[in-house]
């Protein structure tokens, strides 16, 4: 008996980084008058929320490093985790990868560090045109390859191949996996009356833990079959 829809958005629900399209929120009003509805989401839950174009549904960012509810049509951001990193010493690990991989060119910064302590290793640099960024590695071929060498230079961390051209970093033991445990210890559910939706379920994928758990995980390898599978699945 399912009794929470977990969702990842992008690539699930929209297009990267673009906004929730009439006929995905109608399916998701729908699936929300059955089950509760919870995003769980590499980006900020700000982020999301506006993506959602304001769509009432509970939000979970960072990797589970910030959780937020939507009150009265607004955001608030009701946990919010910070982790301090050794940043001159991430830095230079960033640095020691880029000289061994043969990166040493980028545009902007090198390494991004966020608030709440994820970091972003952007390849070709902070900076650099959606267009390189998009062109880069468009099936993850390069940053599957580098993948292992990544996590084991940062292995305190949890490493996802994240955006078009980046691998996000996130402290241990944040990823959507644990997210979604705590959310669930919340609310007293079980693991069996959940069921996730996600795109991103490949080596290094940022929703493969989910996959690779006992959770019972549906992928969505185009997010325009988002609605007719959910349907197929829940209504
Ligand atoms: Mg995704």
Redesign the pocket.
């Known amino acids: 008996m399912i009794k929470i829809v977990a969702l ?5 629900l929209t297009q990267h980084k673009s906004r929730l399209e009439s006929e995905c929120r109608n399916v998701l009003s729908e699936l929300s008058e059955k089950y509760k509805l919870v995003m769980v989401c590499a980006g900020g839950c700000e982020r999301v929320f506006k993506q959602m174009n304001g769509f009432k549904i509970d939000i979970i960012g960072f990797y589970g490093m910030e959780y937020s509810e939507i009150k009265n049509g607004k955001i608030e951001i009701i946990k919010k985790i910070k982790i301090e990193n050794d940043r001159i010493k991430v830095a230079e690990k960033v640095e020691q990868l880029r000289q061994e991989l043969g990166f040493t060119e980028y545009y902007g910064d090198s390494v991004e560090f966020h608030e709440s302590g994820m970091i972003t290793f952007p390849i070709i640099g902070t900076t650099a045109s959606l267009d390189k960024k998009l062109a880069f590695d468009p099936d993850r071929t390069i940053r599957r390859k580098y993948y292992n060498r990544v996590c084991k230079l940062f292995e305190e961390y949890n490493v996802f191949i994240g955006g078009s051209s980046s691998f996000d970093i996130a402290p241990k033991p944040y990823c959507k996996l644990y997210a979604l445990e705590q959310y669930l210890n919340t609310y007293g559910i079980d693991k069996s009356e959940i069921i996730f939706f ?3 379920y490949g080596v290094g994928g ?2 493969s833990d989910v996959y690779n758990s006992d959770i019972r995980f549906i992928p969505i390898d185009d997010y325009r079959e988002f609605s007719r599978i959910a349907k197929e699945e829940l209504l």
Do not use: S
């Open positions: 990842d958005l992008d690539g699930t996600g795109d991103d940022n929703d």
